[in-house]
């Protein structure tokens, strides 16, 4: 008895094209938009995010709580508002928030306390002339960098909401 021949055809491996996509995952509205910080209020907001970690860095809340306060939350906040404009969550959201007025008074606020807190922080290390005193000096200076920073946010913000206001139909 005989065994039963067994026929094996191959073919040469051809390329697979992507793996499919699966539908409906809890992430598909996540979409990274890296455009935005190629644009000057992109530019300004990682000037600031650098600018802030360098005013906490520096900064010793043994003179200046103030300081310290507005620093973080100034970070916190503008890291936040990074992550909305990379993820574009606005544009996600379907709520009845103007976007560009919630900016704006956020950067307002945070030029308005910068401007007070290093300030505060210089009064503080006036009467101190020693160099363990120079890095508080030092986060002075990159607040005063970084309340310009928030400022020339809060002008293009203000400049783009004019104009959105002024080319917005009358209700």
């Not at 300081?67 to 973080?72: G, K, S, T």
């Not at 920073?149 to 139909?169: I, N, Q």
């Amino acid at each position: 008895m005989m065994a039963p021949e067994t026929v094996v055809t191959t073919e040469p491996n051809k390329p697979q094209g992507p793996p499919p996509q699966q539908q409906g995952g809890k992430l598909d509205w996540i979409k990274i938009d890296i455009n935005y910080f190629k644009t000057p209020l992109g530019l300004l907001k990682i000037v600031q995010l650098v600018l802030g970690i360098l005013c906490m860095a520096l900064a010793s809340p043994w003179y200046s709580t103030w300081f310290v306060f507005v620093a973080v939350v100034s970070f916190i906040t503008t890291l936040l508002w990074s992550c909305v404009f990379l993820f574009s969550i606005k544009d996600v959201l379907k709520l009845p928030i103007n976007w560009v007025l919630s900016e704006l008074i956020s950067m307002g606020l945070k030029t308005l306390l910068y401007l007070i807190a290093f300030i505060v922080l210089f009064a503080a290390t006036a009467t101190y002339y020693s160099n363990i005193h120079a890095a508080n000096v030092a986060a002075a200076v990159f607040g005063i960098f970084n309340t310009v920073a928030y400022g020339a946010s809060t002008f293009l913000l203000f400049k783009e909401y004019r104009s959105s206001v002024a080319s917005a139909p009358a209700a």
